[in-house]
């Protein structure tokens, strides 16, 4: 036996029948690390004991690939290691367990886990200069490293009973669906082995992505209810207006900003200044506060400002030398320091439970993205209340994610050390407030109010739109800037809880809310144009008989309880139906200047008809000059038309009876309240009667 010098991790690998020891009894022989762990088991959660039990059930029905949604911290990994023992193997020789991860961090914590949860089971990693045997009891591997050259091929999949994913949201990347080919699993046959993907960021109804690698969530237990068992550290919120402005940053192929182009857009003096002044105003308080940031620059940038202001701010990137990286993680866990700056190192499979602030300095269109980044602050830690969240928010016009959005809420909502209880009540709330006036404004007119970019009030009590023209109507997009904060398409709002996702000559998708009463709060719908010389059978079904087809007919395709399930439904088929180029907001042609055809059309629309009849032919003339290629792109012109289509002509009516009649009851309450105060004025004199 030979003992050799490694730079391996402190895990090791576990022939089988080898007598325990401790941890720190492992040597390394022959570049193996030998030895067992003598920790005591561990004691499984009831709802980690629920989710293993709904795995189980869902296997004995016979469903191969499984999907399990759960929250960060609460111990995803005990969860999966513990399932090893517990699914059965389909024949004597299928005993074999694969743990596929995307990070070296992740590899190494899973190898820790079974480590000491088997101590009798033989465990090897997969992973750069790292090569198992592939006979292993449990072997876990990076994906890169699987799908390097040739070394698949020693993972026999017949001896294969379970398969594991963490960070499952990655699954349908090509890596991964490779590994799923080489064991059956793209079309899973009664003898491929079951897969596992466990995850922070399932979204419900979001199939088509992950439909591709998983079938069945079975088990979903988000932050929000793990907070309120006590199994997470709370969190408190602050959105604070960063001012950046990102219109301008490009976007990836996945949807989410350039880097560096983001770091452009927030890595600036002031930015920076705003930034460390909200974090001092909020947080000096806080012992361990992480910071997400662009990228490199925005890292340096941000952590020199903090220095500039007394905080001793450090940071660590992916190129940060490993002994240094861990050097300074390991003083940021001992409190050595207040504040750590990172970029895209920590927002998966990092345990750090004694942040108690995250400092959101990125903005971010990745809902997924959001819910990493705050789930470092979630875990459990001694003394540690709480965990303050403080979300930079930028320019809204671009479809961010904020903070309030994962409520429900709309994404320009400012809050200040609001817990997610406040939240919660200030949704139902604002659900409240949303309900009673549009049943005022049902009393008045038997209309529901419209949404509004512009509004004037009155003590609070009354709100209506100013309209002038439909052309102001067509062009607010007011009512777009929610949905397309959640969603990826360009939808168009042409009515109250009304979107619209149109694909020119093909149809068009509908969102819109029931009405109350119904059995669902939402209903997702088709409506396409069926062509008498072929089939529809992507869209709708066959063509009807006798070569006569109507003009177009609508289908049921989802309903929700929640509008987020309702925009996640609906962009699941028109991903997988419609060409993207067509459906997508960031597309660039949506940027260029409309044509001429578009501009024409607009203009003949009469666009510029109002309230006032006089001024009618001034207004048409201000309205032809606001429609030029100057002001209006193509993305804009699609937009108005789409809502012209949908009775933006007959809304703007409506809508201006309704403001009259708002006006008249305007004036009644001024009349009112103006006796009121000259009733309650207090002077010396004559009393009036």
């Known amino acids: 036996m030979r003992q050799v010098q490694t730079s391996l991790p402190r895990y090791c690998i576990f022939p089988r029948k080898v007598p325990w020891r401790r941890i ?125 050259g040739d070394r698949m091929k020693k993972f026999e999949a017949d001896r294969h009973k379970l398969l594991l994913v963490d960070e499952a949201h990655h699954i349908v990347a090509p890596g991964y669906m490779d590994v799923l080919g080489h064991f059956g699993l793209l079309v899973p046959t009664a003898a491929s082995p079951v897969l596992v993907g466990v995850s922070a960021t399932f979204s419900r109804f979001d199939g088509l992505r992950l439909g591709a690698a998983i079938d069945h969530i ?97 940071f660590v990137t ?50 997924n993205l959001l819910v990493q980044m705050i789930g470092r602050g979630m875990r459990l830690y001694p003394g540690k209340k709480n965990c303050h969240v403080i979300d930079m928010v930028a320019s809204l016009d671009t479809g961010i994610v904020t903070t309030p959005t994962l409520f429900g809420l709309d994404p320009s909502e400012i809050v200040d050390s609001a817990d997610i209880s406040t939240l919660k009540a200030l949704k139902d709330r604002k659900t409240l407030e949303a309900e009673q006036e549009q049943q005022h404004m049902a009393k008045l007119d038997g209309l529901g109010p419209p949404q509004a970019s512009s509004t004037s009030s009155f003590a609070g009590t009354v709100t209506f739109t100013d309209y002038d023209s439909i052309l102001d109507l067509i062009t607010d997009t007011s009512g777009e800037r929610h949905i397309r904060a959640v969603s990826p398409h360009a939808w168009v709002n042409v009515d109250r809880d009304k979107f619209i996702l149109t694909v020119n000559k093909v149809g068009h998708l509908t969102i819109e809310k029931q009405p109350e009463g119904s059995n669902h709060c ?55 139906k419609f060409p993207r180029i067509l459906i997508a907001s960031d597309q660039a042609w949506r940027r260029h200047p409309a044509t001429d055809g578009q501009l024409a059309f607009l203009k003949s629309m009469n666009l510029g008809d109002g309230d ?78």
């Open 24 to 148: 720190s009894q492992c040597v390394a022989v022959d570049g193996r690390w030998l030895g067992t762990s003598a920790t005591s088991p561990v004691r499984l959660r009831d709802y980690q004991e629920e989710c293993i039990q709904a795995v189980l059930t869902s296997v004995e029905k016979g469903h191969k690939r499984l999907g399990v949604s759960l929250a960060t911290g609460s111990g995803k990994t005990v969860i999966f290691t513990h399932l090893i023992d517990r699914i059965l193997s389909p024949s004597k020789d299928a005993t074999q367990t694969l743990i596929l991860a995307h990070r070296r961090e992740l590899v190494e914590q899973a190898a820790r886990h079974c480590s000491n949860t088997y101590p009798s089971k033989r465990v090897e990693i997969e992973m750069a200069s790292q090569h198992a045997s592939g006979t292993a009891d449990i072997t876990i591997a990076s994906v890169q490293s699987l799908g390097s």
């Open 218 to 314: 079975v088990y979903h237990k988000d932050y929000v209810d793990m907070i309120e068992d006590n199994w997470l550290a709370g969190v408190i919120f602050t959105t604070v207006k960063s001012r950046a402005d990102v219109s301008k940053v490009k976007k990836t192929a996945a949807g989410d900003f350039s880097a560096p182009d983001l770091s452009r857009a927030v890595n600036t003096d002031h930015v920076n200044e705003v930034t460390v002044r909200a974090w001092l105003a909020r947080a000096t308080e806080r012992q361990s506060t992480l910071v997400f940031c662009a990228d490199l620059a925005h890292v340096v940038g941000l952590t020199n400002m903090f220095r500039q202001h007394g905080v001793d701010a450090r």
């Open 318 to 367: 992916s190129g940060t030398a490993k002994a240094l990286r861990h050097a300074t993680l390991d003083a940021f866990k001992d409190r050595a320091f207040p504040v750590l700056v990172n970029c895209g190192v920590f927002t998966e499979g990092t345990d750090i439970p004694n942040v108690d602030c995250v400092l959101l300095a990125r903005p971010t269109k990745s809902r």
């Open 522 to 576: 939402y209903e997702v719908r088709l409506n396409v144009r069926i062509p008498t010389t072929r089939p529809t059978a992507d869209l709708g079904g066959p063509a009807p008989a006798g070569g006569k087809a109507p003009f177009r007919r609508v289908r049921v395709l989802a309903t929700a309880d929640t509008f987020l399930d309702a925009v996640h439904a609906a962009d699941t088929f028109a991903a997988e």
């Open 612 to 689: 006032d009849d006089d001024d009618d032919d001034d207004d048409d003339d201000d309205d032809d000059d606001k429609l030029t290629a100057a002001r209006v792109t193509k993305g804009m012109a699609v937009d108005m038309i789409i809502k012209l289509s949908h009775g933006a002509r007959a809304r703007f009516g409506q809508i201006s009876r309704q403001k009259r009649k708002q006006g008249r009851e305007l004036q009644r309450t001024m009349r009112v309240a103006d006796e009121l105060r000259v009733r309650e004025h207090v002077s010396v004199g004559p009393l009036l009667a």
